[in-house]
């Protein structure tokens, strides 16, 4: 059984930061890929961020230069780290992991992030 536990969201004005955490109960390196998605209320979800198990990232263009994606191996945790928030950053965040290409991927619970002044 592979938990991700997702933490770090909540309520911050526009212009703030947030950093999200995704602690996994197992190795990170069992992931070829770990990513952040976002689904906004009647909105599809949508990748954020991803890191690979080579350490390679990649960003959607809406956050690219403020928000950035970060691992810490010996916690197993995965990070998202948001600045210069906008309101149109509300929304859930969802952690995730696949194991493999053709596998199905791994979920957190999701975290509220809401960006209001």
């Known amino acids: 059984q592979v938990q991700l536990v997702e933490s770090g969201g909540g309520l911050v004005q526009p212009g703030g930061s947030l950093r999200l955490s995704c602690v996994v109960s197992?190795?990170?390196?069992?992931?070829?890929?770990m990513g952040w998605y976002r689904q906004a209320p009647g909105k599809q979800r949508e990748l954020v961020a991803s890191?690979?198990?080579?350490?390679?990232?990649n960003y959607a263009d809406s956050v690219k230069g403020r928000f950035t994606i970060s691992r810490d191996n010996a916690k197993n945790t995965v990070y998202l780290q948001m600045n210069s928030l906008k309101p149109e950053d509300t929304a859930v965040y969802y952690c995730s992991g696949n194991r493999g290409p053709s596998t199905a991927p791994y979920w957190g619970q999701g975290t509220q992030v809401t960006v209001s002044s």
């Open positions: 890191i690979t198990r080579g350490g390679s990232t």
């Open positions: 197992t190795d990170i390196f069992r992931f070829y890929i």
